[in-house]
C-alpha cells in the first residue's frame, strides 16, 4: 500500500502531502504519524499541503485528527501553504480547523515549531533552577 | 442561495456519466468537474468551490448511497456558461432532508458539512430523496 513519508528534523515531523488524497492513504498517515510522534517524542508536526488542489471535510476531518492526537501526545500540529482559493472554499464550506496553527510556508512554520520548543527550554531551566 | 430546479431548459453543450463506486472514483471525479469547470471558464476560487462540493456529494452518494453515478453537464445561456453536476444514488434515502443539511448534523461519523457545505458553495442547488428509493443532489456553478 502507498504510504506518505514522514521527514523528522529537529524535534518535529514533517509530512508534505502531494498527492489527492483517498480515503486509504489518509488513515494510513494518520495511523504512521500516531507511531512517529509516540516512538520520536517529537514536539510539532508539520504539514505540507500547497499541493493539494482541494481540502473538503473528509481531509478537514484528517487534519483535525492529526491535531488531536498530537495534542495527547503533547505535539503541535501546524499546517503550511495552503493555497488561497482553498482557504477562501474552507471557510464557505464550514470548515473550522480549530486547534489548528497555518503558516504561509515551511519556513514560517518551522520558526512557529521553533518558538515553541525554545519557551519551553526556557520553562524548563527556569523550572530547574528554582528546584536548585 | 436559491434553492431552484436547477435549470431543465439551460442548453448543454457537453455532458458525461461518471460511476462512483470507490474513493478512486471520487478522486477521477474531482478531476473531471476541474476540467469541465475550466471549460466553463470558471475562475480559479470559482473552480476550487464546484471542486470541492463535487468531492462531497460523490463521497456521501458512495458513503451513504451505496453508490451511484454523477452526470456533469457544461452549460451555455447566451453569453453565461457554468457547470451542472447532478448526483444520484439508489440508496436508503434521507428521511429528513432539512436535518441533513443542518451544520454538524451527522450519522456517520463525518463533521457534517457536506450537504450544507455543498449548498454554500453553489450558485444552484437542488435535493430530492425519497427513502427506500435514493437521492439526487443537483448543483450548478456559473461563471
Ligand atoms: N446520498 C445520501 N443518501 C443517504 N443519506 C445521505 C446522503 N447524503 C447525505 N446523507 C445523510 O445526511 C447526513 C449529512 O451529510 P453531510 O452533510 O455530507 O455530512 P457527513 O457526510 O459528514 O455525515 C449524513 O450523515 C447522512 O445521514
Ligand atoms: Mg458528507
Redesign the interface.
Known amino acids: 500500500m502507498d504510504r506518505i513519508p514522514i521527514l523528522k528534523l529537529g524535534g518535529v515531523l514533517i509530512v508534505t502531502i502531494q498527492v489527492d488524497m483517498h480515503d486509504r492513504l489518509a488513515l494510513a498517515l494518520e495511523e504512521d504519524l500516531t507511531a512517529k510522534i509516540a516512538s520520536t517524542g517529537a514536539r510539532g508536526v508539520l504539514i505540507e499541503i500547497s499541493a493539494l488542489e482541494i481540502v473538503d471535510s473528509f481531509i478537514g476531518r484528517m487534519l483535525d485528527n492529526i491535531a488531536a492526537i498530537s495534542r495527547v501526545l503533547d505535539a503541535e500540529t501546524v499546517v503550511v501553504g495552503m493555497r488561497p482559493a482553498v482557504a477562501i472554499t474552507l471557510v464557505e464550506l464550514g470548515l473550522e480547523l480549530t486547534g489548528i496553527k497555518t503558516a504561509l510556508n515551511v519556513e514560517r512554520g518551522m520558526a512557529m515549531m521553533q518558538a515553541r520548543l525554545h519557551e519551553d527550554d526556557e520553562d524548563g531551566s527556569a523550572r530547574a533552577r528554582y528546584e536548585d | 442561495m436559491r434553492m431552484t430546479k436547477t435549470g431543465a431548459r439551460v442548453p448543454v453543450t457537453r455532458t458525461e456519466t461518471l460511476p462512483i463506486r470507490s474513493?478512486?472514483d471520487?478522486?477521477r471525479i474531482?478531476?473531471a468537474v476541474?476540467t469541465r469547470a475550466i471549460e466553463a471558464g470558471l475562475g480559479?476560487?470559482d473552480?476550487?468551490?464546484i471542486?470541492?462540493a463535487a468531492?462531497?456529494l460523490a463521497?456521501n452518494a458512495l458513503d451513504y448511497g451505496g453508490g451511484g453515478e454523477v452526470r456533469v453537464d457544461v452549460l451555455q445561456e447566451g453569453m453565461r456558461k457554468g457547470v451542472r453536476l447532478s448526483f444520484s444514488d439508489q440508496g436508503p434515502g434521507i428521511p429528513d432532508i432539512q436535518k441533513a443539511l443542518t451544520?454538524h448534523y451527522t450519522t456517520g461519523g463525518?463533521?457534517g458539512?457536506?450537504l450544507?457545505?455543498a449548498k454554500?458553495?453553489s450558485n444552484e442547488f437542488h435535493i430530492e430523496s425519497a427513502v427506500g428509493v435514493g437521492t439526487r443532489v443537483t448543483i450548478a456553478r456559473w461563471k
Open positions: 474513493g478512486d471520487v478522486v474531482r478531476q476541474r480559479l476560487v473552480q476550487t468551490k471542486v470541492t468531492s462531497e463521497r451544520d463525518g463533521l458539512l457536506g450544507g457545505g454554500r458553495l
